[in-house]
């Protein structure tokens, strides 16, 4: 082969193993050795590797999460005040009763159940759920005991409530 040849021959090989290696260089990559055979079921990390993680992707799962939550609250907040609107007693619903995920399927029409459970899993009302707080506090929802307006929190990641009042708090 002629030297012209040769290069034209080679250079493609040379740029596609230079690409495979910027973009294996690129990759976050989680580093622990085993100390013990696969197979053995009982694999330790080495203690003298250190193990290199991706903080980028955490500040996106966060971000993800507190976006997911504040959807979630106004999500519920809409339905909250189509409820209060459509109510002939002009009452937003008690605790127990939003609480209640059959009253929600009952009277939030095409409901998105998904939004009655946080990022951790949580339920609307369990710990680490969103959380409703109807006014005045003990009210019943009905005709002689009106509930008249309401607060929704959730937990975002940093650990600050995301809060959401009704539109006549």
């Known amino acids: 082969m002629k030297p012209d040849k040769l ?3 080679f250079l493609p090989i040379v740029v596609a193993g230079a690409s495979i290696l ?5 990759i976050p990559v989680i580093v622990a050795f085993a100390t013990n055979h696969p197979k053995s079921g009982n694999i330790q990390p080495d203690p003298y590797m250190p193990i290199q993680t991706n903080p980028g992707l955490q500040d996106v799962q966060s971000k993800a999460s507190d976006v997911e939550v504040q959807t979630d609250i106004r999500s ?7 409820f209060y609107a ?21 009277n939030f029409p095409g409901y998105d159940t998904a939004a009655a459970k946080a990022p951790s899993g949580a339920l609307v009302g369990d710990k680490g759920g969103y959380t409703y707080e109807p006014s005045p506090s003990g ?8 509930c008249t307006s ?17 539109l006549n708090y």
Request: hydrophobic share 35%.
């Open 22 to 26: 910027a973009v294996l260089m690129s």
């Open 86 to 106: 459509g109510s002939a007693a002009e009452t937003y619903p008690s605790q127990a009763d939003f609480y209640s995920a059959s009253w929600r399927a009952q």
């Open 150 to 166: 309401f607060v929704l929190r959730g937990q975002l990641s940093d650990g600050t409530d995301y809060t959401k009042y009704s």
């Open 76 to 82: 519920l907040s809409t339905q909250l005040e189509a």
């Open 139 to 146: 009210c019943t929802g009905t005709t002689g005991d009106v």
């Open 7 to 9: 290069e034209s021959f």
